[in-house]
Each structure stands twice: as C-alpha cells, then as structure tokens.
C-alpha cells in the first residue's frame, strides 16, 4: 500500500457503508465494543502515535448464527514513514449443523476499489489490466519482482471472439481482486510478445489463464509447471467450471502469503481492562465517599447513594455482559488455537509425504543410474560405444492431471473410463504436481505390465510383474504402494463406492467393482487412488482404470 496521506478515515469510512448496507442501520465505530442485534457484535479499537495520530485501526464483527459464528476483522495501518496496510479476514467457526461454503466479504472488492493498493511493483484492480505488446516487458518485471507478496493472473484474449469466455473472465477477476494483481493480453501481438520475453516454459496461450506466484524465474524450465495453467479450453466449455478454481487457488495463496510488516508488529489497547479500571474506579470513589458522609446530611445523601448505587448496577450489568463477550471470545480463540494445530499437522504429514516421494525417486534414479552404468559398460567391453549414446529422449511427466488427461492416448493397453471432473478436480490442491507426476507413473507401468502380458512375457499379475520385474526395461510402480485388493470389511460397507465404469463388452451394465489400486499418496485426508482392473488376459487385453480421484472410505477415514 503507498505511503503518504493516512488511509485509515478511507478505511473506516467505507466499511462504515459496507455495515450499514449490510444491517440497514448506522454503524458505530467509536472505539469500544458495540451490541447492533441479538449476536451480532461490533468491536473497534485503535491505536495512536505518540503525537496523537491514528497509527492502526482494527473493525471486527462477530455474528453468532445457529449454524456457525462468523467473524470479519479489517485491520489497517499507518506508519509514519513507511508504507501503508490493510488486510481483511474472515473466519467460519462451523457450529455442525450444516456443511457450510464461506464467500468472501463484498467489502475486500469495496476497499480495492478504493484505495488502489499495490504489491511491489503490481497495482491491485479490481478488473484485469489491459496488456498490449509494449506493456510486456513491464509485466514480465512485474512477475519478476523480488518485493513481490501475491499472485498474479495473466490472461490471454483468445483468437476469436468467444462470449462466455469473457464472461467466466468477467466473473473470475473481481474475486481476485486483492488477493492477486490481474493483467489481460489484448492480442496476439500482445501474446507474442510475452512468450518471446518470458520463455516457453511460462508462456499464455490465446485463451489460456495462468497464475504466477512469487520468485518466477523465467530462465529454469522446470519453474514453469509452478504457475498453474488453465487452458482456452477448459475455461470456454459449458459444463467445466473450472474456471472458478482460479479465484479459489489465489485466494488461498493470499492467506498464506506472509503479512508486511506493520500489520505484524501493530498492537491495540486492551479495552476490556480499561473497562475493568474504569469500574473499579467508580466502585473506589462510591465507598470513599460513603466513609466521608457526616450524619446529620445521611438523609439527603441517602438520595445520592441511591442513585450511585443505580451507576453501579447498571456497571455490574455492562461487566457481567463484558465478561460473557470475553468467555465468548476465549471459547472462539481456542478453536482457533485448534484450527492451527490441525493446520500444522496436515502441513507436518504434506513434508513427510514428498519427503518419502523423494526419497523413493531417488532410489528408482539410483538403480536407474547403476543399471545404465553396468549397461554402458558392458556395451564398450563389447566394442559397441556408439549404442551407449542415448538419442532419442522420453517425454516429461505430465505436471497436472489436466495434462495427464490429454495424454492418455500414449497409453495403448490402458483403457481409462474414470470420471475425468473427479481426476481434474485434484489439480486443485497443492501436492497435484507430485500426485499427476505418480499418477503418470503407474498408468505407465499398468500399460507396461498389459504390453507384457500380450507378449506372453508375464505369468504372474501386476502386483508379481512390479515385484521381480520379469521383463527387461519394464516400468514398475513401487510395490508396497500397491493394493491388489480391499479388505472383507470396506467391501461389506463401502463396496458401493469402489463400482466404477467399464467397457460393455466387459460387463454389460457398463459398471463393474474394482478393488486393486495405487496410492499415489499416503499421507493427509485427500490421498488420492487409483483404482483398476485387470482385464490384459481377458476380452479387452487392457487394465481399466475406473478411477482416479481422492481416497475413498475405508476403517480408517470412517
């Protein structure tokens, strides 16, 4: 945010519009708590210089629903010589009633709007920022900027007119607003241009939307798959919503982006304990004056002790209402307490998962390297050194599923009759790179493994044909990530679950149970699976994958 005038009158002015909007009715925002309806609070505290100027303001409201409690806080902060900040969060304390879907508050779009922030070298907007094809080397220092916190979205116009794909784009961009700079590639000059200065790695194709995180480093190839890819497309097909995961990935970047500074080290006053003091004060000053009462004024004074006594009782009632307000709070702050650990948690058994990924590629790229090694030294002891040269390089692993999904044709012994909206749905979370990449490497060892067994290379099943690797140069998935079966239990109650798609000529219902899967996670809620049946000896000579999505229900996620 820019330095110079203080943006916190701004602030409090337009969320004083957005509350009374909201609840039809003017919104105190003096400092203190404020009760606006039966469970609905409004706290608002500030902080000042030491000349007396505003220095941080903190709105919070707290709205205490039968289904859960919701509660927005807007924070901003003026430093005296450096730059400004607001950040807006809201927080669902989920009561179990319902399952809920929480949107962001109308007011983040208000204050962009407004105050016209900035991210390092990216203005914040509301609407993408028109790009032609002299304005791209300024977005490519923008994406570049090591000052930079946020995302950036980089959309290209397609090459022709297409109505709904400026209206999905339309309705994307302002739930970025904020949370990502958005910028708009007028034209194919423009796309040109761009792909020219940032490399084929991390180009926009016409109709294309990516989303850039911080540190992009336009001269590593494998930083490119980083920055996720929504194709033309996708974004343009009627009953792929896709589109929608934009604002939900840069939104959760957003969160997780650390604060600047200032909002890190502001501080406010404790309004509960001056409350507390203020209370003890007006209890103090009723005893002394009660001890200094002469007697032959008791009948008069007995009047306005009456009336102190009333103050007082009206106090004790505002602090019994504080002290409720403060239980309710500590209660909301446990669970928040608790949300964290869970938080780290996931994120403690994301690390172990890569990091037993890693450490099993590093195995496979071991043996891989022995074997090349013997192989090569075989071949010179042979007189064969030209046969050690390797010209003709594999293709790169697929770096989401959506890419996955447009190279299944590679695969001539696997027939992939999977719910395609499931699978695409794993590209939205964070470990989707590893799992497409997993993914990719057991379909291939499924279609080498049926390759096998139409050779008559094979005796064995695929569980057999990953374990001893019977056949030279064959793919293999590791075997302790495979299940050849479920257990009697999950088949009883959740059997239901496993019955997926499958060619006619194989079951003619056109849907069959499949119980062999592999993991291509191990770790977290989402654990993703991949289920199949092995037909390579039967009427379609190919494995079926019927699925391929998040972990299904078992004993252990009941």
Same mark, same amino acid.
């Given at each position: 945010?820019?330095a110079?005038a203080?943006? +916190? =009158?701004?602030v ?8 009374s909007d909201?609840?039809r ?11 606006l309806?039966?469970h609905v609070v409004?706290? @608002?505290?500030?902080s %000042?210089?030491?000349d007396?100027a505003?220095h941080?303001l903190r ?7 039968p289904?859960a409690t919701?509660?927005v ?9 450096a730059?400004?900040a607001?950040c807006v969060?809201l927080e ?10 929480p949107a962001? =508050?109308? *007011?983040?779009?208000?204050?962009v ?9 990216a /203005? !914040? @907007?509301?609407?993408?920022? #028109? #790009? ?6 300024t *977005? #490519?220092d923008?994406?570049?900027d090591p000052?930079r916190?946020?995302?950036?979205v980089?959309a290209a116009r397609? !090459?022709q007119?297409?109505? !709904? ?9 302002p739930k ?5 700079s958005l910028?708009?590639l007028?034209?194919v ?6 792909r ?5 790695h991390h180009?926009?194709a ?14 590593w190839?494998?930083?490119g798959?980083?920055h996720?890819l929504l194709t033309?497309?996708r974004i343009?097909?009627?009953k792929?919503l896709a589109?929608?995961l934009?604002?939900?990935q840069?939104?959760? /970047?957003?969160?997780e ?13 404790d ?8 209370? &003890? ?14 007697? /032959?004024?008791?009948?008069k ?5 009456r ?13 019994d209402r504080d002290?409720?307000?403060?239980r309710?709070?500590e209660a ?5 307490v608790?949300h964290l ?9 994301? %690390?172990?998962?890569? *990091? ?6 590093l195995q496979?790229v071991e &043996?891989a ?9 075989r071949l010179?002891?042979q007189g &064969?050194?030209?046969?050690?040269v390797?010209?003709e ?6 770096? @989401?599923?959506e ?7 590679e695969?001539?012994?696997?027939l ?10 794993l ?9 497409a990449a997993k993914?990719?490497?057991?379909l291939?060892?499924l279609?080498s ?6 050779e ?5 099943g695929?569980?057999?044909?990953c ?5 030279p140069g064959? &793919?293999?998935? =590791?075997?302790k990530?495979i ?8 088949r009883?109650?959740w059997?239901?679950?496993? +019955?997926?798609?499958?060619? @006619? ?7 069959? =149970?499949? %119980?062999?899967?592999?993991k ?10 991949l289920?199949f049946y092995?037909?390579?000896?039967g009427?379609?000579g190919?494995v079926?994958v019927? %699925? ?5 229900t ?5």
């Amino acid at each position: 945010m820019r330095a110079g005038a203080s943006i +916190i =009158p701004e602030v409090r002015r337009i969320t004083a519009q957005w509350l009374s909007d909201k609840f039809r009715q003017p919104a105190p925002l003096e400092t203190g708590t404020h009760f606006l309806r039966d469970h609905v609070v409004l706290t @608002t505290q500030a902080s %000042y210089h030491a000349d007396g100027a505003e220095h941080g303001l903190r709105i919070q409201l707290r709205e205490d629903n039968p289904e859960a409690t919701w509660r927005v806080t807007i924070t901003a902060v003026a430093p005296v010589a450096a730059e400004q900040a607001v950040c807006v969060t809201l927080e669902c304390f989920d009561n179990g009633i319902t399952a809920l879907r929480p949107a962001r =508050p109308a *007011l983040v779009e208000k204050l962009v709007e407004a105050l016209q922030p900035r991210d390092g070298l990216a /203005h !914040l @907007t509301l609407h993408a920022q #028109v #790009v032609n094809a002299s304005g791209v080397d300024t *977005l #490519v220092d923008i994406l570049c900027d090591p000052d930079r916190r946020l995302p950036v979205v980089v959309a290209a116009r397609p !090459l022709q007119p297409d109505s !709904l794909w400026s209206q999905r784009l339309q309705k994307m961009m302002p739930k970025c607003a904020g949370d990502a700079s958005l910028y708009l590639l007028d034209d194919v000059e423009a796309v040109d241009a761009f792909r020219q200065v940032i490399g084929e790695h991390h180009r926009v194709a016409p109709g294309a939307v990516r989303t850039f995180l911080p540190d992009v480093d336009p001269a590593w190839a494998p930083d490119g798959p980083r920055h996720r890819l929504l194709t033309g497309a996708r974004i343009s097909a009627p009953k792929d919503l896709a589109f929608m995961l934009v604002a939900r990935q840069v939104q959760r /970047h957003a969160r997780e982006a650390e604060l600047p500074g200032p909002l890190l080290t502001v501080s406010f006053p404790d309004e509960q304990q001056r409350k507390q003091e203020e209370r &003890r004060a007006a209890q103090d000053a009723a005893r002394a004056h009660a001890k200094a009462v002469p007697a /032959h004024a008791l009948e008069k004074e007995v009047t306005a002790l009456r009336e102190e006594n009333d103050v007082l009782t009206q106090l004790l009632s505002e602090g019994d209402r504080d002290l409720s307000e403060a239980r309710r709070r500590e209660a909301l702050a446990e669970r928040t307490v608790q949300h964290l650990r869970q938080q780290l948690q996931q994120l403690t058994e994301s %690390y172990h998962q890569e *990091l037993e990924d890693h450490l099993l590629t590093l195995q496979d790229v071991e &043996r891989a390297q022995n074997e090349a090694r013997i192989l090569r030294q075989r071949l010179h002891a042979q007189g &064969r050194p030209a046969d050690t040269v390797v010209l003709e390089q594999a293709a790169a692993q697929p770096t @989401t599923f959506e890419e996955l999904t447009q190279r299944l044709d590679e695969l001539e012994h696997v027939l992939f009759t999977a719910d395609t909206a499931v699978v695409l749905s794993l590209d939205d979370h964070e470990l989707a790179r590893t799992w497409a990449a997993k993914a990719w490497q057991g379909l291939r060892s499924l279609d080498s493994y049926a390759q096998a067994q139409k050779e008559g290379l094979v005796n064995g099943g695929y569980f057999e044909f990953c374990k001893t690797v019977p056949v030279p140069g064959a &793919r293999i998935f =590791p075997a302790k990530q495979i299940a050849m079966g479920e257990t009697e239990a999950t088949r009883t109650a959740w059997g239901g679950e496993r +019955i997926f798609p499958a060619p @006619t000529e194989l079951e003619p219902s056109g849907r069959m =149970p499949m %119980y062999a899967h592999l993991k291509l996670g191990s770790k977290g809620t989402i654990s993703p699976r991949l289920y199949f049946y092995d037909d390579s000896r039967g009427v379609t000579g190919k494995v079926v994958v019927g %699925y391929m999505g998040p972990h299904l229900t078992n004993r252990k996620t009941s």
